[in-house]
């Protein structure tokens, strides 16, 4: 993909929402496209949970799909000021802490309801993690309600339409404010 099309598109929707940067830089992370802009009033350009923030990201991948004649959107992340980072290492942080709860107790858990590029960070986290290779994830519920469960590999995975008990949910995980 064209990093110069890609900082052109997020410039220039900057420029149209009146949201003040002063730089847009492009960087390539495997198949992620990591757009960081830099701002003096960065909370303008995240909004409240980060709807301002997802949705430019959103009309950037529409705009460089359509523009690239792309069958598919590319998967370009938007962050400003770290924010986004900083989400994405709480997330592998609740999910370290819950395998421990998974091993001590040998109970499956349950994380709070996210996005789907957040419950795609725990997937690969767990999965490229040395240290958590006892444990798999499974995506369950749907819509915005869609979780990730940890469990350990031995344990049989959920079938279609089984209840997943026992489910143990955190109100005080630190995921309550994640960008869903």
Do not use: C
């Amino acid at each position: 993909m064209d990093t110069t099309l890609i900082i052109g598109i997020v410039g220039a929707l900057l420029t149209e929402l009146s949201l003040p940067f002063s730089e847009v830089k492009v960087a390539s992370e495997g198949d992620v496209l990591r757009v960081d802009i830099t701002s003096d009033a960065p909370s303008r350009i995240i909004g409240w949970h980060g709807e301002t923030l997802n949705s430019v990201q959103h009309l950037t991948k529409s705009i460089a799909r359509s523009q690239a004649k792309l069958e598919r959107a590319p998967f370009i992340v938007l962050d400003v000021d770290g924010y986004r980072r900083m989400q994405e290492e709480k997330v592998r942080k609740v999910a370290e802490q819950k395998a421990d709860f998974v091993r001590r107790t040998g109970s499956r858990v349950a994380l709070a309801p996210m996005s789907p590029y957040f419950r795609r960070i725990v997937h690969m986290h767990v999965t490229n993690s040395p240290d958590l290779q006892d444990l798999t994830t499974e995506s369950v519920g749907e819509g915005e309600y869609r979780q990730v469960v940890l469990r350990r590999k031995d344990e049989k995975a959920a079938e279609s339409g089984e209840e997943l008990s026992p489910v143990i949910e955190s109100k005080e995980d630190g995921l309550e404010n994640l960008d869903v």
